[in-house]
Structure formats: C-alpha cells, structure tokens
C-alpha cells in the first residue's frame, strides 16, 4: 500500500520547536517533490514548504520564511520540515504530499498525488 505518515506534532509554547517528519512506504521518494501543508481551524489549507526532488530547490510561505527549514533524506525515504520560533498562528494540522517530478525539476504547491492523512501542531502558552 502507498502512503505518506507524518509524525511530530504535538503542543509546543511559543518560542519553541518541533520537526516533523514524513515517511514513505510502498514507494521510494526518490521520484517525488514534495510539499507540506497546513490548515488551521476554519480556514482553507496553505502550502507552507517544499523540496524538490533533487533537494536543491526548496520554497517557503512568506509566513515561515527563516523560521522552518524543509529537507530530505532519501536513504531513509523521509522528508522533514524543521519548525523554529514557532507562534501560534502555526497551529494546525499538518500534511505532506508527493508528486513525482523530472530529476532537475522544482516543487510546487499542485498537483500532488499521495497525501498523508497529517499530523496535528497546537502553539499555546
């Protein structure tokens, strides 16, 4: 079966840090850009970070720029998406996406084509 699970989330103050992370199983993500993606409570979901397949292309929200640092380690078939000075305006649930993509290409927000079913981020004091 191919799926995505991420892990990581949890309740954190403001100020402080969690890393996420996003394994694969049943496919290798070699082949995949990848994105992660959040929604809060009653709003639509965001793209927050991507990497490209290569890793040498990464994108961030205006949002998390300097504060979140995505990167992968296809040995171990995971993506991560480190989150510093976490505010609670991060608070969400989280998700990540594959899309396969060209060896030099980019990431993007579009046309994903595995989800993981997310893992829940709460900043509060």
């Known amino acids: 079966q191919l799926q995505l699970v991420e892990s990581g989330g949890g309740l954190v103050q403001p100020g402080g840090s969690l890393r996420l992370s996003c394994a694969a199983s049943?496919?290798?993500?070699?082949?995949?850009?990848i994105g992660w993606f959040r929604q809060a409570p009653g709003k639509e979901r965001e793209g927050v970070s991507c990497?490209?397949?290569?890793?040498?292309?990464?994108n961030y929200a205006d949002s998390v720029k300097g504060r979140f640092t995505i990167s992968r380690d296809n040995a171990k078939n995971t993506v991560y998406l480190q989150m510093n000075s976490l505010k609670p305006e991060d608070t969400g649930v989280y998700y990540c996406a594959s899309r396969q993509a060209p060896v030099r290409g980019t990431c993007g927000y579009y046309g994903m084509e595995y989800w993981g079913k997310g893992t829940l981020v709460t900043v509060s004091s």
């Open positions: 049943g496919f290798t993500l070699d082949y995949y850009a």
């Open positions: 990497i490209s397949r290569s890793g040498g292309t990464t």
